[in-house]
């Protein structure tokens, strides 16, 4: 019986030098030397079997790029890509965006009615699948705020005449991100679409009042403006309505529409034709999302909130 155990024992002590013998334990010797052997990544195999000095070149040794991007001061459209990135390696690239507290990024007006404004921030498509991106806000990622309608108003014609120029819709907000790939958001400041702008009244306005019933500015950055800089917005303060001009919206709010109707001469002072007619008053301009493609790309979300649809 013992002779029998102790062939047990060598048997099980055999095999599991052999299995021990068989396992590999990789290390990455990283450098330029020696025709670029230096520069991969090699196995050791280990055990009684071998004295532990046998070595397998199995592969080039990679090692992830790390880049740590800042916005220190006011930016508009920043675009997150890989030309944003000294020395990126396609699927090997670890991305970290900052904006700095107190700094704002948001959007330019490209057209001026009803414009479709470029999103505050949009991460790429160009990265790879295997490329991670992090976006940590201590600041401000806005969408554009729409600019607020004009109001009905009459001016002198040419002939003599009186003409009457139609109002307007407040402007639509802008979006704030755009996320064409996946990223992690780390939100400890205010990101939000651009607020709705306000529609302009229906009472008809006389030309020496131009200022009169036009919509507010929706918030963002640039704010959304009215006339004359009247119900002007601020980054994240709706602007307030001129007479019966809607208001502005807040930051991923729509705007109101612009009130009341004339039906005979109403404002339009003694020295002007009557303005006849009855005007509804415009509507107000739809907010900016917070968001585009954030399910889809997979991305995700913490920290605060945000303002504005997340689609």
Known sequence: MKSFLKLIVLLLSFLCITSYA?????????????????????????????????????????????????????????VLNPSSVSGYVAGQTDVTLTVNSGVMVGSIQPAIVNPVYLPA??????????DTITIVNNGFIVGYGGNGGQAYFSSAAQAGGWRL???????????????SHKATVYNNGVIGGGGGGGGGSGIVTPMNQPAANWGGGGAGFNPGSSFLGNGTA?????????????????LGQNGTAGGGVNTGAGPCQSQYSTCVGSYSGLPGGNAGACTSNFYGSGSVWNGNGCYGAVN
């Open 165 to 179: 120029t139609n109002g307007t819709s407040g402007a639509n907000g802008g979006l704030a991100i755009l996320f």
């Open 234 to 250: 601020t980054v994240t303060t709706a602007g307030a309505n001129n007479g019966s001009g809607g208001s502005g919206g807040g």
């Open 22 to 78: 068989q396992t590999w334990h990789p290390m990455c010797a990283n450098g330029s030397g020696n025709g670029g052997l230096h520069n991969s990544t090699w196995q050791k195999l280990n055990g009684a079997a071998t004295g532990g000095n046998t070595w397998k070149q199995v592969g080039t040794c990679v090692t992830r790029v790390t880049a740590n991007l800042v916005i220190s001061s006011n930016t508009l459209n920043v």
């Open 121 to 130: 921030l949009t991460i790429d498509g160009s990265w790879d699948a295997g």
